[in-house]
């Protein structure tokens, strides 16, 4: 009776309320609706407005918006992808559906912004986009040889990532400042040796999703340096030590894309979701 007395009066806890909420979703509407309430903008109301018309025919939306509003910025990443790996279960029609609503709701501001692109080809490659590059082999268990072309596309990919590391974009879509140039200046710092680097100026999308696809072309040895040099780089730049959760967010989406492993200061900025798999 003691336990159930302390359970009956114990303080409301809307972070462990929306765990266990979003752990029971299994069906493809719920999934679409949370999947597009993680996706979100804090502060847009035009976004907010796209998905209401996008979950109009989904009860239980409202009610998962609000448990997706009290999530962590640890927990919302690691959320997003338990649920979107439920939803790569479900049929290719519903898939679409989900792609196109998505496409919509980021749209709803006029442009969409740098995290956009990440969690757009995150949700592609989850729901059974296969990888267009293949990976080049390593001749050896040392570090293979870094291609000029490869130096380009980190520059470019690196300035991009300069829009969320260590502050987001504003709604404007501009760059992250003075804070993302200083951020890219030390990210850039150890490939500088014998090559002109351009300075940081932040590239279109489609150039970034360029510069990207060349990195997925590195050799699976390669590509965990990169990440860990972007990581260390956000750290010193960021208050305190500490990466901020657009930076933590955009290397996240970014070693998945690159199917590389995070670094552990990295890893430890996340919540781990191992009970809410079972």
């Known amino acids: 009776m003691a336990d159930a007395n302390a359970l009956l009066y114990a303080a409301p806890d809307p972070e462990r309320d929306a765990a266990d909420r979003l752990g029971r979703l299994h069906g493809a509407l719920e999934l679409k609706a949370a999947l597009l309430a993680l996706l979100l903008p804090q502060t847009s109301r035009r976004a907010v407005r796209a998905f209401e018309i996008e979950t109009a025919d989904i009860r239980p939306a409202p009610g998962l918006l609000l448990h997706v509003q009290h999530l962590a910025g640890g927990a919302r990443l690691p959320w997003f992808e338990l649920l979107l790996g439920r939803m790569a279960l479900h049929s290719l029609p519903m898939r679409q559906e989900l792609l196109q609503a998505t496409r919509r709701v980021m749209g709803a501001r006029g442009g969409a912004r740098p995290i956009d692109r990440l969690h757009w080809l995150a949700m592609r ?72 680097l351009p300075d940081c100026d932040p590239p279109g999308g489609e150039a970034a999703i360029a510069a990207l696809a060349t990195l997925q072309t590195l050799a699976l040895m390669q590509r965990p340096l990169l990440v860990r040099g972007w990581t260390a780089a956000a750290a010193k730049v960021g208050r305190h030590g500490a990466l901020s959760d657009s930076a933590a967010d955009a290397l996240r989406l970014t070693c998945g894309l690159l199917d590389t492993p995070m670094p552990p200061e990295l890893a430890r900025g996340f919540v781990i979701l191992e009970a809410a798999t079972k």
């Open 125 to 196: 490659r989850a729901l059974g986009e296969p990888p267009a590059a293949k990976a080049r082999a390593a001749g050896s268990a040392d570090v293979a040889e870094w291609l000029d072309t490869d130096l380009a596309a980190i520059a470019t990919y690196s300035a991009f990532l300069s829009r969320m590391v260590p502050v987001d974009a504003d709604a404007a879509g501009h760059a992250g400042g003075a804070a993302g140039a200083a951020w890219y200046a030390q990210a850039m710092e150890p490939w500088q040796g014998g090559v002109l």
